[in-house]
């Protein structure tokens, strides 16, 4: 079974930085893409970062280029989102994601494409 649990959340001002991690088990995840999405009330979950599990390869959304970024480590199957300069509206639920396997590696933004998903862990910015 694929088990994905975060961590990292928490209350912040904003300007400040929090890391996020992912932890990933029951499978090896080499032909696997991953990524972060989000989640407010009231609103879609969104796409944050994505990462090829291979080649280490990384996508962001607009609204976090250059603030997120996102990483991994192969060995302790464990994936992070370093967040910077946070925003109010970054305040949402934040989930990893997971998606294999695939002959080719692709990383996704659309959350229906992603077969596994974490509980989530929220993060919460104060302007």
């Known amino acids: 079974q694929v088990q994905l649990v975060e961590s990292g959340g928490g209350s912040v001002q904003a300007g400040n930085s929090l890391r996020l991690s992912c932890i990933a088990s029951g499978r090896t995840f080499s032909n696997y893409v991953m990524g972060w999405f989000r989640q407010a009330p009231g609103k879609e979950r969104e796409f944050v970062a994505g990462?090829?599990?291979?080649?280490?390869?990384?996508r962001y959304a607009d609204s976090v280029k250059g603030r997120f970024t996102i990483s991994r480590d192969n060995v302790k199957n464990t994936m992070y989102l370093r967040m910077n300069s946070l925003k109010a509206e970054d305040t949402a639920v934040y989930y990893c994601a997971a998606d294999g396997p695939h002959s080719i590696v692709i990383v996704r933004d659309i959350p229906g494409e992603y077969d596994y998903w974490g509980q989530g862990t929220p993060v919460t910015v104060s302007s």
């Open positions: 990462i090829n599990w291979s080649d280490g390869s990384t």
